[in-house]
C-alpha cells in the first residue's frame, strides 16, 4: 500500500474519541484500530510490534546501535466534533485553485480557506461534506506507516533505530496519561500531528481549569430587597470583572486568554468554568490569582454570599525543556532543510501530548503533516505534502 492508500483505508474507520467515557481508551473502535495497526506491522515483517493493555500501539525497528533511537509518534482517535469513518473521502487531483464542491450544502474555496492557494498542483483529499475526515491524525500514522514499510523493504539503508507509538485518545487531553517511556524505549521523539507540512512546533500554552461556585440568598422577590443575593447575577459580574479583550475570540499567536466555557444556576446556586491559557508561565499564575482577587472583591460587596474558586493546572509549555537545548527541533529543522524546505516555527495554541511526553523525560516537538482545517467537514489533506513529511523523516533517520 502507498501513503494514499494507507490514508484511505484508515480514514474510512471511526475511531472517536469519547470525553465522557468511563473506559480507557474512552472508545473501543481505537482498540479495534490498534489491533488493525499492529497486524499490519507484522505483515510488513516487523516483529516487535504490539497493542499493550491500555490500547497503545508499540513497535520497534533495528537499527545502527550507536545512533539515537528516534520516536515517531501519532495518535489514532479523531474529534468528537463531527462523527468520522464510514463515508467515501474524494480524491481532488492535480488541484486548480478553483472551489471544491464538497456536497450540495458545503464547498471549500480560497476565500474561506486561504492555505488552499498553497495547494495549487497537488492531490488533495477531501471529505463528501458531512463527515469529519480525520486526517488529524490518521495523516501522521499514514506517514509513519509508510516509514515503517520502507525501511523493512530496504534493509541495506542504514537508519537510526526507529521507535513508534500509536497513541489513544489525544483529542480528550489523555494521550500521553498512560505512555510508558521504558515500552518507547527511544533518546529523542516527535509527534506527527496536524498542520503544515513545514511547520515545527516546540511551544504550547501553559494551562488550568477554574471551577467557580456561587452561593447567593434566595428569598421571594416581592419581599427580597436588601436580601437577595442572586447568584446568576454575581456570576455576571465576576465575568465582567474579567479583562474584556483576554478571550480567545479577541486574541492570538503569544496572547494568552481566560475561556469561559458554562454558566448556569439560578438564584440560589450558580456555577462558571473556565479554562486559563498563556504561553508564559508567569503570565497564566497571573490569570489564576485573578480568578481569587476577583472572588473576594466579589465577597467582600456581597458579604452573605459565598464563592468558591478552585484551580487545577492541566498542562504545561514544552517550551521550558526547548529553551534550554534546542537540539531535538535543530535535527528535524536540518532535515527539512536538506529537503530544500524552509521550516517554519509555530507555537501552539493549544496542548499537544508531546509536550506531556517531553515533562515525562522524552523531547517531544511536534512537526505538521500537510492536514488543514481539521476538527471538521472541511478538513482537507494535500498528499504531496504527507509525502514531503514522509521525506524529510527519511532524512533525519539516516542522516543523523
Ligand atoms: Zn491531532
Partial sequence: MSIK??????????TMSDENSSTFPSSKSQLEFGKMLVKELHEIGVKNAYQDEFGYVYAKIDGDKKLKKIGLIAHMDTSSSLQGGNFEPRIVENYNGQEIKLS??????????????????????????????????KAGIAIIMEIAQYYQNNT??????????????????????????????ADIAYTLDGGEYNEINYENFNAASCKINIKGVGVHPGSAKSIMVNALTL??????????N??????????????????????????????????DENKLEQKKLKMYEIAE?????????????????????MYTYFKNDMSVVNLISN???????????????????????????????????????????????SLNEMNKVYEVIKTLLETI
Fill in 246 to 279: 483576554e478571550v480567545p475570540e479577541k486574541t492570538e499567536k503569544y496572547e494568552g486568554f481566560y475561556h469561559l466555557t458554562d454558566l448556569h444556576g439560578d438564584v440560589e446556586n450558580a456555577f462558571m468554568s473556565y479554562i486559563l491559557r498563556d504561553h
Fill in 5 to 14: 492508500e494507507k490514508f484511505l483505508k484508515y480514514v474510512k474507520i471511526d
Fill in 104 to 137: 450540495a450544502e458545503y464547498s471549500l474555496d480560497t476565500n474561506h480557506f486561504p492555505s488552499l492557494k498553497n495547494q495549487i498542483g497537488h492531490d488533495l483529499i477531501v471529505t463528501d461534506g458531512y463527515h469529519l475526515l480525520g486526517g488529524d491524525d
Fill in 297 to 317: 472583591i466579589l465577597k467582600a460587596k456581597y458579604k452573605t454570599a459565598k464563592i468558591e474558586v478552585t484551580i487545577k493546572d492541566s498542562y504545561k509549555n
Fill in 235 to 244: 456570576a455576571m459580574e465576576f465575568n465582567n470583572l474579567l479583562p474584556e
Fill in 156 to 185: 541495506h539503508i542504514k537508519h537510526a533505530p526507529i521507535r513508534i507509538c500509536f497513541t489513544p485518545d489525544e483529542e480528550i487531553g489523555l494521550g500521553a496519561s498512560h505512555f510508558d517511556l521504558k515500552k518507547m524505549d
Fill in 335 to 381: 532535515a527539512y532543510k536538506a529537503n530544500d524546505i524552509l521550516p517554519i516555527y509555530v507555537p501552539i495554541r493549544g496542548g499537544t501530548d508531546g509536550a506531556s511526553i517531553t515533562f515525562l523525560g522524552l523531547p517531544c516537538p511536534n512537526i505538521g503533516v500537510g492536514d488543514y482545517s481539521c476538527h471538521g467537514r472541511y478538513e482537507y489533506v
